[in-house]
């Protein structure tokens, strides 16, 4: 079982940028595909990026695709978002999620794929 803590939302003006940590507690990290997640107040939780378990396949929704990148540190069982050029639109909780898998050439974008979450941390973007 992994739990998951992420750290470094706050208030950024439009244009800003801010990185997300998620610290993973477990043996088993190395072995997780991760991915970040976002939802809007009165919105679905939406897939925001996506890291296979080595860190060798990323992938991104489309829109975030340029100002985000997701990384991974299986070392320090720490997975990073980059969040460049910010918009007040990108304003949401944001949340990692882990999925037990050392299958490189899936992706998965769907919450229900992940059964591992962590608490979310708000990310705030004023105009």
């Known amino acids: 079982q992994v739990q998951l803590v992420e750290s470094g939302g706050g208030l950024v003006q439009a244009g800003g940028s801010l990185r997300l940590s998620c610290a993973a507690s477990?043996?088993?990290?190395?072995?997780?595909?991760m991915g970040w997640f976002r939802q809007a107040p009165g919105k679905e939780r939406e897939f925001v990026a996506g890291i296979n378990w080595n860190g060798g396949s990323t992938y991104y929704a489309d829109s975030v695709k340029g100002r985000f990148t997701i990384s991974r540190d299986n070392a320090k069982n720490t997975v990073y978002l980059q969040m460049n050029s910010l918009k007040p639109d990108d304003t949401a909780v944001y949340y990692c999620?882990?999925?037990?898998?050392?299958?490189?050439?899936?992706?998965?974008?769907?919450?229900?794929?992940?059964?591992?979450w962590g608490q979310g941390t708000q990310v705030t973007v004023s105009s």
């Open positions: 477990g043996r088993t990290f190395s072995s997780n595909a």
């Open positions: 999620a882990a999925r037990e898998t050392r299958h490189s050439g899936s992706f998965y974008y769907a919450t229900d794929e992940y059964p591992y």
